[in-house]
């Protein structure tokens, strides 16, 4: 069978699952290379298997709204108005890339990853300010767009000519292989946290018992990401990324309601 038809065979399943699950109990470091043929083997397979498992996730949310436990929670993806192609766009690549910098470039910790990451988080930072409560996506275009890219590239070239030195920067990555556990189990809880953001009602007095459920799907996604990123690549875990925010859109507003629809201006 072909590389490309790999998601075809249940065997695939069952080895990307037992690799994220050795994965997910004992974080590693450091993987032996893949080839490129053999992460787009089998990154469908790993979208497949994070979408059964985020949806498996967010039944326990569902099931405490649907018992009336949970009320008031808006979220505000479910409201943009975009075009399906404009979506695409910022869903399949533009946030993808500033979600993968910001959470897990640093995994495979150097100058570059390191000043990825801080551009990342200062972009984030700085939309939390500039953008509100109104979310990540409704701002990329406004709100100070212009300084929060210029600040976030300003800051992430500073720290890349800062680690320049070679010392400082070996004992960060002694630091980073010590700890890497521990900043493994970090980075994908703040990365469900920081999905927060979307419930434009959201109140820590009245929704905050719920939100281990409430992130438990993007604690999925950040799994399944992490791997990625760590087993084949940076660019490997912002495709995968990209694909699981852009497919729903593919399949609901383009090829149900309609390509002409989905190509509006």
């Known amino acids: 069978m072909p590389v490309f038809l790999t998601f075809l065979r249940p065997g695939a399943y069952w080895v990307q699952l037992k690799a994220v699950t050795q994965f997910l109990i004992q974080p590693v470091h450091s993987y032996p290379g893949a080839s490129w043929g053999q992460a787009a083997a089998n990154i469908p397979v790993l979208l497949i298997l994070k ?12 099931i405490f709204e649907a018992a009336g436990m ?18 695409i766009l910022v869903g399949g ?14 995994f495979k910790m150097g100058r570059l990853s390191l000043a990825a990451t801080v551009a990342g988080l200062v972009y984030l930072a700085l939309s939390a300010v500039f953008v509100g409560d109104r979310g990540l996506r409704e701002g990329l275009y406004q709100d100070g767009a212009v300084l929060r890219y210029g600040a976030s590239f300003a800051v992430g070239g500073l ?3 800062l680690t320049s030195r070679g010392s400082w920067l070996a004992g960060l990555q002694s630091f980073w292989r010590q700890h890497y ?85």
Do not use: C
């Not at 949970?70 to 979506?87: C, D, F, H, K, Y």
């Open 93 to 106: 690549l533009v946030v993808p890339l500033i979600e993968e910098a910001a959470f897990r470039a640093h």
């Open 70 to 87: 949970v009320t008031g929670l808006e979220n505000r993806l479910a409201s943009l108005t975009w075009p399906a192609w404009q979506m």
């Open 181 to 265: 556990a521990k900043i493994f189990w970090f980075s994908i809880i703040a990365f469900g946290a920081a999905h927060i953001e979307r419930y434009a009602n959201f109140s820590w007095s009245e929704h905050g018992f719920f939100v281990p459920f409430i992130i438990l799907p993007q604690v999925v996604a950040a799994t399944f990401y992490t791997y990625t990123r760590m087993r084949y690549g940076f660019v490997w875990a912002v495709i995968l990324h990209g694909l699981n925010n852009a497919l729903p859109v593919i399949i609901f507003d383009v090829l149900i309601t309609g390509p002409l629809d989905a190509i509006r201006l």
């Open 159 to 161: 720290v890349y000519f």
């Open 51 to 62: 979408l059964i498992f985020a949806v498996l996730a967010a039944l326990s949310f569902y």
